[in-house]
């Protein structure tokens, strides 16, 4: 009886010591992986925004989002840099698109004409 206690303490304090360990390390990672960015890497930032490095600072990172458009964004909001596996796999299921069967296409489009140029123009300057 007097040998459960410690047996016991033991039980519950290794395991939390443990999970601290692999916290640890995995923080080092990340942080490790902060501080190595470099101009050209594609990363994935905490709020999920996909973006290429296009400058790095001591502790800012500038992302092109977009052509033409770059954001400021702290190193710590970055949280994995893209390797190109998965951008390969993400750009051939853009540039593959699923396209459906004349059948469906008739089937989901109305009976009606499309609207010409001059229509067009017509609808979108009407105030």
């Given amino acids: 009886m007097e040998l459960l206690f ?8 290794v395991p939390m010591f443990l999970g601290v360990r692999r916290q640890k390390r995995e923080a ?15 990363v994935t930032t905490t709020s ?23 954001t400021t964004w702290l190193r710590q909001a970055v ?3 893209r390797t190109d596996d998965e951008t390969a796999v ?13 059948s469906e296409v008739e089937a989901a489009a109305p009976a009606s004409a499309e609207e010409t140029p001059g229509q067009t ?7």
């Fill in 79 to 81: 949280r994995e840099v």
């Fill in 48 to 70: 999920g925004l996909y973006g290429t490095v296009v400058e790095v600072d001591e502790t800012t990172v500038d992302l092109e989002i977009a052509e033409e458009v770059v």
């Fill in 28 to 42: 080092e990672k990340v942080s490790a992986m902060q501080n190595d960015l470099k101009i050209g890497d594609r």
């Fill in 121 to 127: 123009e017509t609808r979108l300057t009407k105030d």
């Fill in 90 to 102: 993400e750009e051939a299921s853009a540039a593959d698109p699923v396209v459906p069967a004349a």
């Fill in 6 to 13: 410690p047996l016991l303490l033991v039980a519950l304090l």
